[in-house]
């Protein structure tokens, strides 16, 4: 594994970083305040948001992702890794470079399963960042940890399908620019456990969708495009929206969440980076007891491990990314699985100490540390929980070591 970025990776960092420092950081507090100042969190879009996708557009700072597309910039997945990390050091980021989750993840989705009248009316506007979208997989009846149980109905009907179910956790579907959900239900309840489900487009101005409310994390409701609750009743979609085919969900879902899932780790690596930044700022700033915090023993304790467990996060990011680049992503499931278990545990260890650095200021909205421990906090759950991916990562290592013994034996 050669980890040594390109000129081209180099000169992108340097781009990014740059506009980061000149545009994104001294922007968190405006976009805030116009966020808050507008008549309904969830009904318009703060316009310093656009003023900032146009500068990073025409600074060709667009679309990073995509490494299989000729539609993106054309880098790998490694390539990708350390911008998406200094994406990831602020909250509004992300979707200035129209690198954000979930459209990242549907707009993969689109790229390989997508008929060209798909791609044509919303691939186009989403890689655009005209609208937004959002996925309908999680249920709030059901443990959603195992995505067979799902139990929403997709039922055809002529040249139609007619949806039924109850779906939240759908991030991005408050934001009035949201215009596609990529929906996941069950189509045959009698086929193999892993067949029964599809993948079904639908049009969030289809007649029986209604949202019922916008679920808050840990308070915060990340507004404006925030995390849903949605009904669906007898709503109808045609035929040819079905991707793939039935039967053809459960493999799309994975395939969907193995770059999104790793795609969540760089960014908060990212995060973390910025956690320990404060933290060291601080405490090289602050006399407690006659000496600066940077002084004391148990600070310098926080601070050696926190840079340890970054380092050890990364180069794990990175060879998963290397994996997935090489021989694909099935066969780098275990890599993603592991870094998807430590990064967010990682990055939740740094923001606390860095919390616990700066005392009531840390739980305050004077800094990003509060607002980043919440949304991470969410990653050991979101795209399957740390059990999950555990059990995953134990099942292929006995795997791999049983054939092991038996090559040994022969």
Request: glycine content about 8%; some cysteine; aromatic content about 6%.
């Amino acid at each position: 594994m050669n980890f040594t970025y390109s000129e081209k990776v180099e000169y992108l960092q340097k781009e990014i970083q740059d506009f980061m420092e000149r545009y994104v950081y001294p922007n968190e507090q405006t976009y805030k305040e116009q966020l808050n100042n507008q008549g309904g969190r969830f009904s318009s879009i703060p316009p310093i948001m656009e003023e900032l996708k146009k500068k990073a557009r025409e600074k060709g700072l667009w679309n990073l992702f995509l490494p299989e597309s000729d539609l993106g910039s054309g880098l790998t997945n490694l390539e990708y890794a350390p911008l998406c990390e200094i994406m990831g050091r602020s909250a509004i980021a992300p979707e200035v470079f129209n690198c954000n989750a979930p459209d990242t993840g549907n707009m993969e989705v689109l790229v390989r399963y997508g008929s060209e009248e798909h791609k044509k009316r919303w691939l186009k506007p989403l890689l655009e960042g005209e609208i937004r979208s959002a996925f309908c997989m999680t249920e709030p009846d059901i443990a959603s940890s195992d995505a067979t149980n799902i139990q929403a109905d997709i039922r055809e009907d002529g040249n139609e399908y007619i949806i039924n179910g109850r779906k939240w956790w759908s991030s991005g579907a408050g934001d009035p620019r949201c215009e596609i959900l990529i929906f996941m239900g069950k189509t045959n309840p009698d086929a193999p456990k892993h067949e029964q489900q599809s993948i079904i487009l639908v049009p969030m101005n289809t007649p029986g969708i209604q949202v019922e409310r916008m679920l808050p994390v840990f308070g915060y409701d990340d507004a404006p495009h925030g995390h849903a609750e949605i009904t669906f009743e007898n709503v109808r979609v045609p035929k040819e929206n079905i991707l793939l085919g039935e039967g053809k969900g459960f493999a799309i879902a994975q395939g969907r969440l193995g770059p999104g899932r790793i795609h969540h780790c760089m960014r908060t690596i990212g995060a973390a980076e910025r956690a320990l930044e404060i933290l060291c700022e601080r405490v090289d700033s602050r006399v407690t007891f006659g000496k600066t915090l940077a002084e004391q023993g148990v600070i310098q304790e926080w601070i050696a491990d926190s840079r340890i467990e970054i380092e050890q996060a990364r180069l794990l990011v990175l060879k998963a990314a290397d994996m997935m680049d090489k021989v694909g992503n099935k066969v780098a499931k275990k890599e993603i699985a592991m870094i998807k278990v430590v990064a967010p545990n990682i990055a939740l260890k740094v923001l606390d100490r860095a919390i616990q650095a700066l005392g009531a200021a840390g739980v305050s909205e004077d800094f990003p540390l509060a607002n980043s421990f919440a949304g991470i906090r969410t990653l050991r759950l979101a795209d399957g929980p740390d059990e999950v991916h555990r059990r995953s990562i134990a099942r292929l290592e006995l795997k791999e070591q049983r054939t092991k013994r038996k090559q040994e034996v022969l």
